[in-house]
């Protein structure tokens, strides 16, 4: 054998090995120096700081494949001085047009190309923050929670001040990034944060991370991410406030009543933060107003359930992830929605005015976190409420790895009520019928109070996961069979995942702050469910993917009866386009413990408690190229429902004008054919919206919602300037519609203008 061959034969072993053993792996340090001159934001890294700083280079592709190196490498780069924290990144690529969805802060992820990093300053591998941009310099930031373990574990509503800038050249984009220390809580007495850095290229479908990380697994994880080591001192942590005034300006008129009633009303309140201490901070709100806010997705509902509309108020979405994943999701014992809303006689949600409210939350030290959250609401006869105090506590223990023990308590108070109001307030709301000594009696519910212990645990590689918990809450109405449960786990590696977990919720347990099952359509339960899955990595290179799914659940109520029985048989495909498809076969059985109606109860007959239902359906989920400028989802079931069939099609068409907004137009249709005398209706909802940024400060959302099963038509505009980092005024104008000639019901228009302060 010759010299020249024997020397092939080395090359092409030592670079196996440093495929397979140089990888950059979790643990992996990288050294921050303090800066000694200035940096400047140009994108040019011409600075002797950057030049001499650590660098995070040989990133590593984890999707669609986790086998190689990333085509198009990035290099990280961070250092500091007494003020910011500073990174920047060098993103080389070719000039194949970047996708840019939007100019809106706090973008979709996944819509846009965007490089990114997560820290961990507690240095406890669950809780940091992350800072994301885009080729178009659009900015992100929020919070990791759980280690980042799953997407849930990022939350984009924590909103601060940051600086940054990109350039665009012909084989790479720079960003340079600078975080003021005043802008998030760490602590400034260790010498390593966590830390782990990724990039998402749209354009090209690919997922690329500096440490290398298996396909199943999130690559802002901290389990696979690396340390930052301060190699100077990292500045003492100062205290921080923050004011942010608002005031409000509004005009409405309601048409339905006789004479036409118009009003008009100004107010004004403030929100502010202040650093407590290093890594505890304190948030206050007088007077809040969320006007705002985005209204809810109408929704067609064909469940015998309360559907969940997700939280949209910026004051309970900051640092909510304590109270947010207590208990589970088919029972929790706070749910924020809980407060400042309210029903009225017709069903019908109604905001009730909230006086103040106060939030203290963050780290008392690496392994100990808290969060305590106060709210008054006022009084609203209107709809029979009395003012009510909201008080959520939240102490989590950290230890092992990546686990946690939360300790919950949720207390909701009923002021100044008494017996004798009973005709002043709604039964549903305050008041409870309690059996006395054969009669019927209105009790005063004045208080319900929760408490609730979680466990969760997560192993180092990210495999293995449990979480349980345990809860009891207490009212003037109950002493017994007022408690829930829950027991789950869960197994993932590259080619198979599997869940499974058993719940309860005993007959009496009442979470009236949170979102639990109601007690008329099941008086307590216990749940058995689970998933399997098994992914395929076929050599065909159309394919990312394939593979089976299998869901199950099974629900019983006290004394053993069977009510519900759930089974999914799918098989779905995940294509290198970034497309994706999926088959569903669902079997379901239902033991109605409720009477109900699906329509309109004054023209159909309505199913009976008792009564047994069992049916099969098929489905198609189809979702496209997102790349491209026209995009959309699609999803079709066919199938038995009840005692009939039912045809739904529902989905989103999108098309983005980039960077500069998209036009959307979403759709539910279902044709219900049911037994005669029991309906067969046609319900439909379309609800286009056009959202545009005409810069990265001015936006544009307007979208209207016709629904015919409400008989309405609503539409929402909403004009947001940022006229200063963090600072905003917006303009929301608001109309509901009779559909038959568009007779105006009734409409609002809101003037709102806020400020950002630093003392």
Request: with cysteine.
């Amino acid at each position: 054998m010759n010299a020249r061959l024997i020397t092939i034969l080395f090359s092409i072993f030592f670079s196996i090995l440093n495929d397979g053993y140089g990888q950059n792996q979790p643990g992996t340090e990288l050294h921050i120096k303090k800066a000694t001159g200035t940096i400047t934001l140009d994108g040019k890294l011409d600075e002797s700081d950057w030049q001499t700083a650590d660098v995070a280079d040989d990133w590593y592709a984890n999707f669609p494949v986790d086998t190689v190196r990333a085509p198009f490498q990035t290099e990280a780069r961070f250092t500091f001085d007494g003020e910011f924290f500073y990174a920047s990144f060098v993103c080389y690529d070719d000039e194949t047009p970047d996708i840019v969805n939007s100019l809106r802060r706090d973008f979709n992820y996944n819509r846009n190309d965007n490089v990114g990093f997560s820290i961990g300053p507690y240095n406890d591998k669950l809780n940091g923050f992350f800072f994301v941009i885009t080729p178009a310099g659009i900015q992100m930031e929020g919070t990791v929670s759980g280690g980042g373990s799953n997407d849930n574990s990022f939350s984009t509503f924590w909103d601060n001040k940051w600086y940054s800038k990109v350039v665009r050249y012909p084989d790479k984009w720079i960003a340079e990034l600078a975080i003021p220390f005043k802008s998030f809580r760490y602590k400034s007495d260790i010498s390593e944060w966590n830390i782990s850095m990724d990039r998402w290229e749209l354009k090209r479908n690919r997922k690329t991370s500096w440490i290398h990380t298996p396909i199943q697994f999130v690559t802002a994880s901290f389990a696979y991410g690396g340390q930052l080591v301060w190699d100077d001192p990292i500045p003492e942590a100062k205290t921080n406030i923050s004011i942010i005034p608002y005031v409000t300006a509004n005009t409405s008129t309601n048409n339905e009543v006789d004479p036409v009633d118009r009003d008009s009303d100004f107010q004004a309140g403030f929100d502010a933060k202040i650093a407590v201490t290093p890594s505890l901070n304190l948030d206050l709100t007088v007077n809040p107003d969320f006007s705002q806010v985005e209204v809810d997705d109408q929704i067609i509902n064909l469940t015998r359930f309360e559907f969940r509309f997700p939280e949209r108020r910026q004051f309970f979405l900051e640092n909510s992830d304590l109270f947010d994943l207590a208990g589970f999701p088919g029972a929790r014992p706070f749910f924020s929605r809980r407060i400042g809303l309210a029903r009225d006689s017709t069903g019908l949600l109604k905001q009730v005015p909230i006086s103040y409210g106060a939030r203290l939350s963050g780290s008392l030290s690496e392994k100990w976190r808290v969060s305590v959250l106060n709210m008054q609401t006022k009084e609203e006869t209107s709809i029979g409420l009395p003012g009510q105090n909201y008080t959520v506590a939240a102490l989590q223990r950290n230890f092992w790895a990546q686990s946690n023990i939360t300790f919950s308590f949720v207390n909701k108070q009923s002021l100044g009520v008494d017996p004798g109001d009973s005709t002043k307030f709604f039964s549903d709301n305050i008041f409870r019928e309690v059996q006395m000594g054969g009669r019927t009696e209105l009790r005063p519910n004045t208080y319900n109070r929760v408490l609730s212990v979680d466990l969760e645990s997560t192993s180092t590689d990210n495999k293995w996961y449990h979480s349980s918990y345990i809860s009891k809450s207490f009212d003037d109405f109950n002493n017994r069979e007022n408690m829930s449960g829950l027991a789950f786990g869960s197994y993932s590696t590259r080619p198979f995942t599997a869940f499974t977990g058993v719940s309860f919720i005993n007959e009496h347990y009442n979470a009236e702050a949170g979102f639990v099952p109601s007690a008329r359509v099941y008086p307590g339960q216990f749940s058995l469910f689970g998933n399997l899955a098994y992914q395929i990595y076929p050599e065909k290179e159309s394919i990312i993917r394939m593979g089976p799914t299998f869901n199950f659940q099974h629900i019983y109520i006290p004394g053993g009866t069977l009510t519900d029985r759930n089974y999914t048989l799918g098989y779905q495909f995940a294509f290198n386009n970034a497309s994706s498809l999926r088959f569903n076969y669902n079997y379901v059985f239902q033991r109605l413990t409720n009477s109900f109606n699906l329509l309109d109860p004054d023209e159909y007959v309505g199913f009976l408690e008792g009564e047994e239902y069992d049916w099969n359906s098929f489905s198609i989920n189809y979702s496209s190229n997102p790349r491209k400028a026209f995009f959309y989802q699609i999803s079709s079931s066919l199938g038995g429902f009840y005692n009939g069939d039912n045809f739904n099609l529902n989905g989103e068409l999108t098309y983005r004008y980039q960077p500069y907004g998209n036009i959307a137009m979403r759709f539910d249709y279902n044709d219900l054919q049911l037994a005669e005398n029991y309906g067969q209706e046609k319900l439909f909802l379309v609800g286009p919206r056009i959202d545009l940024t005409f810069t990265d400060k001015i936006f544009l959302t307007t979208y209207v919602q016709y629904n015919n099963v409400l008989d309405n038509i609503n539409l929402n505009g909403r004009l947001q300037w940022r006229y200063q980092p963090a600072s905003d005024l917006f303009i929301v104008y608001t109309e509901n519609y009779l559909p038959e000639d568009l007779f105006s019901k009734n409409r609002a228009l809101v003037l709102k203008l806020t400020y950002w302060l630093n003392l």
